[in-house]
């Protein structure tokens, strides 16, 4: 799943969600193909993210988070996104959302 992963964020700038199975394994992701970027910033579609979701949802697949890239040069995560890891880490804990 990993390198499956890895493949869809090639691209400056792009992101992918995540989603996780009754065991807290990630076994789905979707990569934002329609989300756009502007100048080093990365914007989601959240209307399309949000509708996987709730497929998912559907299918007993819990979002569980959303990773996405930096642009060339950054070698630092920004305090944003330090923050939502966080978060994320501590909801994988939980068996619901």
Do not use: Q
């Not at 964020?9 to 970027?37: A, M």
């Not at 959303?66 to 040069?73: A, D, I, R």
């Amino acid at each position: 799943m990993l390198d499956e992963i890895r493949k869809t964020l090639c691209l400056p700038e792009t992101g992918v969600i995540l989603g996780v199975d009754g065991r807290h394994v990630v076994t789905k992701f979707y990569p934002d193909i329609t989300g756009t970027t502007k100048k080093n910033n990365y914007v989601p579609d959240v209307r399309k993210l949000n509708e996987i979701i709730r497929e998912w949802a559907a299918t007993e697949i819990a979002f569980i988070g959303f990773v996405h890239t930096h642009p060339k040069g950054a070698e630092r995560l920004s305090s944003c996104d330090e923050s939502y890891a966080k978060k994320s880490k501590k909801l994988a804990r939980c068996p619901k959302f």
